[in-house]
């Protein structure tokens, strides 16, 4: 996955620039209304959040214990589990997995580890064709793009895109086809996707969670497309990290209850599906190995930190349907897999402040993410946390610290901060009291670039009150 | 149960209004007094906040134990804006976590503290304001007041009993205006992209004035309607509760003011 959240200002700049993703981003999906009628639904929505907090700060502090119970389980239950510490390891381990079976096409539901392990271009350079089956992934797959949110990863198409983007990679359909309406697109990519699932020799998804107590790994979906993917082949590889752990199958009822009202605003989703090891003598169907790769990538040594509390994500995407910033600008700005709020708190965890600094930055702390967030996360928080560590390791722009450091001067000490403050409020005054605003300032081009800045009214609050009280 | 008047209040008047508009800062004065309050101004400068939110934790330790030790005498702490009182109610006792001495007279400094609106009715118990103000207003919601204090119906109910004023909703006065202090220099295209849908929200209201409870808010939208040439005056809304809201709007001259008025 290439990174390009240094670059995250010009990319910003470009998304902005981007009329058909703007054009995009202003019709939306409709997440926050939906999210906000489904809390209202259901009167005990907040107690929900702060059960899902807590099951999942407990399983977090208690790790070790619940990873050994999934494992023995698991084994249990006839599947294998693997243990990546890098993403290095993840990408070998499922390419060894593929190359026993002898796979050719590896079909694969949504996951968005194997976004971060970059697994679709190594199995491609590894001669093997991973095909994409959410309709989302599928787009962004053929488009070679990134996804551009969680949970809706081709938020930022537009149907006509999308037309066009069939038309140029389903050559083999009659070029006269009417693909005017959403239906027939639709139709189109099931027909393409139905003759790569029978294709397939492994399946790989993600999950969204791991339980302890079973063995079990869950995916959510809307689209089924997760099933086919996990039972007609006869491998099938679940992607996950250590953070997706669970105790029980209760505990999951609870947070599946938060997860798709803060997503979509559903009840639940569509499918919810459980797998527990390979194929059984008496199943009708299903895969005959089932294999769990477990990646840290990271995460472990977040664990009992100031950023511990970013591991209790269910990846539900709330926070960036709420998120101004993403609204204005989408998920590819971000430069990496992960975007909006609980992006600019994971992904310099994972790629390290030094690259993805900008993306804690790029926040106003209006704190609508903490807001919705399912499982409380205070995301604000651990942005500014990113930015005191950014700010002790001098990471921060010589133009950031220096301006700190001049405004810190005065405001240390009173009386000559009320000295500068009144001669500055003086000198503006003078400039700019015809107009009663500047349209150009010195120092000021960020403002006065998009807006006006009010002239001061004359002599500070300050230095009236002390005049008056004379 | 409202506490009795005719207590001591420092008033933190925030850097923004000291420098940019002290009009505000009267307007708090006034209902304040009216409100029974005997209210002083020691000398001060910046609560700490544009440090805080860019990681300098030790300038923003330095500039809040200037805040608590010069407003620490008085029964009340009272400030003109969301921002500024979330970060001393809720950000301040954060800062001096785990320091012994530091944190108790934090957490007891912040719990005195109040926004101004939030002060006048939570605490003083002010329902009703005598003041008269002619025209349509409508209200955004700062950020900080909303979901750092709860402030959200309190302004609304002074206002919906100002004599002659007309309250219509903003629609997504819930979402931010994209100022978010040092944000909007450091991704002023980001930031402008916010704004301009807020303006745009604003001007779709028909109401000849918009008013928040917090400077920097009011300052971002102020220049961008009318950068776009948009006709809404903007004021803070404790110079429509004071009764003080007959000088130019947020960037106006004086003069054109005069020759509307």
Redesign the interface.
């Known amino acids: 996955m290439t990174l390009t959240s240094p670059a995250f ?1 010009d990319n ?2 470009a998304a ?1 620039a981007d009329t058909q993703l703007q054009r995009a981003l202003s019709k939306g999906l409709g997440f926050v209304e939906r999210r906000r009628l489904a809390a209202e639904r259901l009167p005990e929505f907040d107690a929900l959040r702060d059960a899902a907090r807590d099951i999942k700060s407990h399983t977090l502090a208690h790790l070790d214990l619940y990873l050994e119970a999934y494992e023995a389980r698991l084994a249990a239950a006839g599947g294998q589990l693997h243990y990546a510490v890098t993403a290095d390891e993840a990408r070998a381990v499922v390419l060894d997995i593929c190359r026993k079976a002898s796979a050719r096409t590896v079909t694969k539901g949504k996951t968005m580890i194997a976004e971060e392990i970059a697994l679709n271009d190594f199995l491609e350079a590894n001669g093997i064709q991973p095909v994409e089956t959410d309709l989302g992934e599928y787009l962004i797959q053929i488009r070679h793009e990134m996804p551009s949110h969680i949970i809706a990863p081709a938020i930022h198409l537009n149907k006509d895109q999308v037309e066009a983007d069939f038309r140029r990679v389903h050559t083999h359909l009659p070029r006269d086809r009417n693909l005017a309406e959403p239906a027939a697109l639709l139709a189109e990519a099931r027909g393409v996707l139905r003759e790569r699932f029978l294709a397939a020799d492994v399946g790989i998804t993600g999950a969204n969670f791991l339980i302890a107590e079973t063995g079990t790994s869950i995916i959510v979906t809307n689209e089924g497309n997760g099933d086919l993917t996990q039972t007609l082949p006869k491998v099938h590889i679940v992607l996950a990290t250590i953070e997706k752990l669970v105790p029980t199958l209760e505990d999951v009822s609870t947070l599946l209850r938060v997860l798709a009202r803060s997503a979509t605003g559903q009840d639940m989703s569509v499918y919810t599906t459980l797998s527990t090891g390979p194929r059984r003598p008496d199943d009708p169907d299903g895969p005959s190995e089932y294999h769990v790769v477990i990646l840290d990538n990271g995460r472990s040594s977040m664990l009992g930190g100031e950023f511990a509390e970013m591991l209790r994500c269910i990846r539900c995407g709330a926070c960036m349907n709420y998120c ?2 993403f609204n ?2 989408g998920g590819h700005a971000y430069g990496w897999v992960y975007p909006g709020p609980m992006g600019a708190v994971l992904t310099p965890a994972l790629v390290g402040v030094d690259k993805a600094g900008n993306l804690p ?8 993410c ?2 919705v967030c399912p499982v409380r996360i205070p995301l604000p ?1 651990m942005m ?1 946390s ?7 390791r001098h990471l ?1 722009p010589a133009t ?1 610290r220096g301006g ?1 450091r001049f ?2 001067f ?6 000559l ?2 000295f500068a ?1 009144a001669l ?2 003086r000198v503006l005054w003078l400039f700019g ?5 500047f ?1 150009r300032l010195p120092f ?1 081009g ?2 006065t ?14 230095a ?2 002390r005049r008056r009280q004379r | 149960m409202p506490e009795t008047p005719g207590k001591r209040v420092g008033l933190l008047v925030t850097c923004l209004v000291d420098l940019v508009r002290p009009a505000i800062g009267f307007a708090a004065v006034k209902l304040l007094e009216d409100a029974g309050c005997t209210v002083e101004v020691p000398r001060q400068s910046c609560c700490g906040q544009p440090a805080f939110n860019s990681g300098d934790r030790a300038t923003a330790r330095e500039l809040a134990e200037q805040v608590i030790a010069t407003f620490e005498p008085y029964d009340y702490v009272v400030v003109p804006s969301g921002s500024c009182g979330g970060q001393v109610r809720v950000h301040y006792p954060e800062l001096f976590h785990g320091d012994p001495n530091w944190h108790p007279r934090a957490q007891r400094f912040a719990a005195k503290t109040y926004e101004l609106i939030s002060f006048l009715t939570d605490v003083l118990g002010v329902t009703k304001v005598a003041a008269r103000f002619a025209g349509t207003a409508t209200y955004h919601d700062s950020c900080s007041s909303l979901r750092e204090l709860g402030v959200r119906a309190q302004p609304r109910r002074l206002l919906t009993g100002v004599e002659g004023l007309t309250l219509t909703e903003l629609p997504d006065a819930d979402v931010c205006c994209g100022f978010g202090g040092t944000f909007c220099v450091k991704y002023p295209d980001i930031s402008n992209a916010i704004v301009s849908k807020k303006a745009d929200a604003v001007a779709a209201t028909g109401a000849d004035t918009l008013l928040a409870g917090d400077l920097g808010c009011l300052m971002n939208i102020a220049g961008k309607l009318q950068r776009l040439d948009r006709r809404v005056a903007v004021r803070h809304v404790a110079e429509v509760l004071a009764g003080m809201a007959d000088g130019p709007a947020i960037g106006e001259p004086e003069r054109a003011h005069e020759a509307a008025t």
């Open positions: 200002k910003a700049r902005l101004p910033v204005a600008i930055n790029a926040s106003m702390f209006c704190g609508r903490e807001e928080r500014r990113w930015r005191e560590r950014e700010f002790e921060s950031v700190l405004w810190a005065f405001a240390k000490r009173p009386a901060y009320g403050t500055a409020s009291r015809s107009a009663g605003r349209r000021a960020g403002w670039r998009h807006r006006d800045f009010p002239a001061p009214q004359g002599a500070t609050f300050q009236q009150w």
